[in-house]
Antibody, heavy 120, light 107 residues
Framework: EVQLVESGGGLVQPGGSLRLSCAAS????????MNWVRQAPGKGLEWVSY????????YYADSVKGRFTISRDNAKNSLYLQMNSLRAEDTAVYYC?????????????WGQGTLVTVSS | DIQMTQSPSSLSASVGDRVTITCRAS??????LNWYQQKPGKAPKLLIY???SLQSGVPSRFSGSGSGTDFTLTISSLQPEDFATYYC?????????FGQGTKLEIK
């Protein structure tokens, strides 16, 4: 069974840092591109970041560029998001989602999400 | 960036109705268009990918069509479990923007 399990969310003050993790199981992690998508309370979905299957190609949304860093460890079947200089507008549920290499780039499995709250 | 615009933003319908949701891209995205369903407190679920391909396990009452800039998601006969929010997403180029969502409510 495919599983993506996020962790690491919580309450953090503005300007602080958090590291999110996404543990993958039930599939060959190294064959999939991975993404982080977030959803602010009551709002729509916002793509945050992408990392290729090998980790060699990375993209970020303009809203997080320079503050967030995506990485992966294929040996540990894990995806990460290091979030620095957090702002109130980063408050959201953060989902990890996979996309098969050479597919149409659709996100066929998502984790359950982890809530990040940025507030003093 | 390629922007995605969904319409309507909300929709009231009854069980058994046929419903269509539209998604328009700001430039051509070929068939790189995906549809997701999200229920409150849950992660999004992939329904349709590549504009018209039904994801495994998704009921056949869901269908997608379109190419280029204009796309539609159709639910042929609404079931109680279909009341949710639906999002389109382009995967043609990064950033892979989502539409703003269409909330489907019970009439």
């Amino acid at each position: 069974e495919v599983q993506l399990v996020e962790s690491g969310g919580g309450l953090v003050q503005p300007g602080g840092s958090l590291r999110l993790s996404c543990a993958a199981s039930g599939f060959t992690f190294s064959s999939y591109e991975m993404n982080w998508v977030r959803q602010a309370p009551g709002k729509g979905l916002e793509w945050v970041s992408y990392i290729s299957s090998s980790g060699s190609t990375i993209y970020y949304a303009d809203s997080v560029k320079g503050r967030f860093t995506i990485s992966r460890d294929n040996a540990k079947n894990s995806l990460y998001l290091q979030m620095n200089s957090l702002r109130a507008e980063d408050t959201a549920v953060y989902y990890c989602a996979r996309a098969l290499v050479d597919s149409y780039g659709h996100f066929d499995y998502w984790g359950q999400g982890t809530l990040v709250t940025v507030s003093s | 960036d390629i922007q995605m615009t969904q319409s309507p933003s909300s929709l009231s319908a009854s069980v058994g109705d046929r419903v269509t949701i539209t998604c328009r891209a700001s430039q051509s995205i070929s068939s790189y268009l995906n549809w997701y369903q999200q229920k409150p407190g849950k992660a999004p679920k992939l329904l349709i990918y590549a504009a018209s391909s039904l994801q495994s396990g998704v009921p056949s009452r869901f269908s997608g069509s379109g190419s280029g800039t204009d796309f539609t998601l159709t639910i042929s006969s609404l079931q109680p479990e279909d009341f949710a929010t639906y999002y389109c997403q382009q995967s043609y180029s990064t950033p892979v923007h989502f539409g703003q969502g269409t909330k489907l409510e019970i009439k």
